[in-house]
């Protein structure tokens, strides 16, 4: 089964409110990635994530890894209508499974 | 760029068909996977494998089966499609497992549905 549980499931926003997804793991993670599926497309690769309390940042999302690597979150700062889609995150640990994803709608 | 492809964006199968949806991709990735995805249900690992002629069960390899006889080359095979094989099914690769988990390349997806 899935290693990691991914919260919330669904989250609806007002364009320009922030999102946040939370990506949380019972074990140790050597690595973890994030991919953003549009509706209708496929999942596409959006970042990965190695170091111990590492953030990074691509615009307006900011990806987060816990210091203990057991926990994960992307931020969207200021939602646009382009940000619509499911964010998956995927546990590294040489496994090939994805969270259960976050479906983000944005009403403009 | 990588690129990876579906024989099929849509297919209509009847109950009881044998199914073949086949992947291909470019990259000389090691690792090809197939996953269904569902509503509510996110991606499941049907199967993967990590070189050719090898595979590996995901987690719900029930009724599928696969084939890797070329790198390139990544086929699902429903033996005898039934109506809860309805779904989209997503292949992807990746080069070799390392330490750190590879990225993975997604193609278009199959929807398929089973009458």
């Known amino acids: 089964g899935q290693q990691v549980m991914q919260i919330p499931q669904y989250q609806h926003v007002q364009e320009g409110e922030d999102f946040t997804t939370y990506c949380n793991s019972s074990t140790t993670l050597s690595n973890i990635q994030w991919y953003k599926q549009r509706p209708g497309g496929h999942p596409v690769f959006l970042i990965q994530l190695v170091k111990s309390g590492e953030v990074k940042k691509q615009k307006r999302l900011t990806f987060q890894f816990g210091e203990a690597k057991k926990n994960s979150s992307l931020h969207i700062t200021a939602t646009q209508t382009t940000d619509v889609g499911t964010y998956f995150c995927?546990?590294?640990?040489?496994?090939?499974?994805f969270g259960a994803g976050t479906r983000l709608t944005v009403k403009p | 760029d990588v690129k990876v492809t579906q024989s099929s964006r849509y297919l209509v199968k009847r109950t009881g068909e044998k199914v073949f949806l086949e992947c291909v991709q470019d990259?000389?990735?090691?690792?090809m996977f197939w996953y269904r995805q569902d509503p509510g249900l996110g991606l499941r690992l049907i199967y993967f494998s990590y070189d050719v002629k090898m595979k590996e069960k995901g987690d719900i390899p029930e009724g599928y089966s696969v084939s890797r006889e070329k790198k390139e080359r990544f086929s699902l095979i429903l033996e005898s499609a039934s109506t809860n094989q309805t779904s989209m099914y997503l292949c992807?690769?990746?080069?070799?497992?390392?330490?750190?988990?590879?990225?993975?390349?997604f193609g278009p997806g199959t929807r398929l549905l089973v009458l």
């Open positions: 990259m000389d990735h090691e690792n």
């Open positions: 995927a546990p590294g640990n040489n496994d090939m499974r």
């Open positions: 992807a690769s990746s080069p070799r497992l390392a330490v750190h988990r590879e990225t993975q390349y």
